[in-house]
């Protein structure tokens, strides 16, 4: 099957700027979550979607992040303006059903530099 | 909620060396336990997932992990370490709550294996 893709793999802005990620999950996968990765740190839960709907996106924060996830299917995360502290890799992943005992499957990841 | 704490950011082992990362969990019920490996610059993979079946889980590349409720550990071993065992491996916990599940990551432990 094939995995979860995200684009870009790589990008530089500038502080203030405006930034889009995009995720294809793996088809059929009901749930997709993005991840931020700081540099040295474990992934962070930045927001949940079960089919197109927002089921956790307590840590997303709304003021800069937004996230939709057109029907059901692939979905984009947005920051704008982008902060210094913004800069991490963005991973996006999805899983089969909403069972716990069911592994996340992840994409290489969007790596941002925000300068 | 639940956390994953990792102890050792970074842990060195020779070649052919035991491998141990130890991985503590808080949680007041059984939970399902994860252990993922990212190599650079990629997604997260899955090493092995523990759901009550067995305490003793394998999983790829010949890594293993114990689950002992007494000590809420569920530690990362392998016999002998090779080269290709370099990256970093995270410990995760599936939580139930109102949405569904979410996957908590620890910090992450950075595998060295030296020749």
């Known amino acids: 099957e094939a995995g979860v893709a995200q684009s870009p793999r790589y990008k530089i802005i500038e502080k203030r700027q405006s930034v889009a990620f995009w995720c294809n999950p793996i088809?059929?996968?009901?749930?997709l979550y993005w991840y931020q990765q700081i540099l040295g740190q474990g992934p962070k839960l930045l927001i949940q979607f079960q089919n197109n709907g927002v089921v956790d996106d307590s840590q997303l924060p709304k003021d800069r992040f937004s996230a939709e996830r057109l029907k059901g299917v692939d979905s984009t995360l947005k920051i704008q303006p982008a902060k210094l502290e913004d800069s991490a890799v963005y991973l996006c992943?999805?899983?089969?059903?909403?069972?716990?005992?069911?592994?996340?499957?992840f994409g290489n990841g969007t790596r941002l530099t925000v300068t | 909620a639940q956390s994953v704490t990792q102890l050792g950011s970074h842990v060195s082992v020779s070649e052919g060396a035991l491998v141990l990362l130890r991985c503590n969990y808080s949680?007041?019920?059984?939970?399902?336990l994860f252990w993922y490996v990212q190599y650079p610059n990629q997604g997260l993979q899955l090493l092995l997932k523990?759901?009550?079946?067995?305490?003793l889980v394998k999983g790829i590349n010949g890594f293993e992990a114990e689950f002992k409720k007494s000590e809420t550990s569920f530690h990362l071993t392998k016999p002998s370490a090779h080269m290709s065992d370099a990256a970093e491996y995270f410990c995760?916990?599936?939580?139930?709550?109102?949405?569904?599940?979410?996957?908590?990551f620890g910090a992450g432990t950075r595998l060295f294996v030296k020749a």
């Open positions: 088809s059929g996968h009901a749930t």
């Open positions: 523990y759901t009550s079946a067995a305490t």
């Open positions: 949680s007041s019920v059984p939970p399902y």
């Open positions: 992943a999805s899983r089969l059903g909403g069972v716990g005992n069911s592994p996340l499957h």
């Open positions: 995760a916990v599936s939580e139930r709550y109102t949405g569904g599940f979410k996957t908590i």
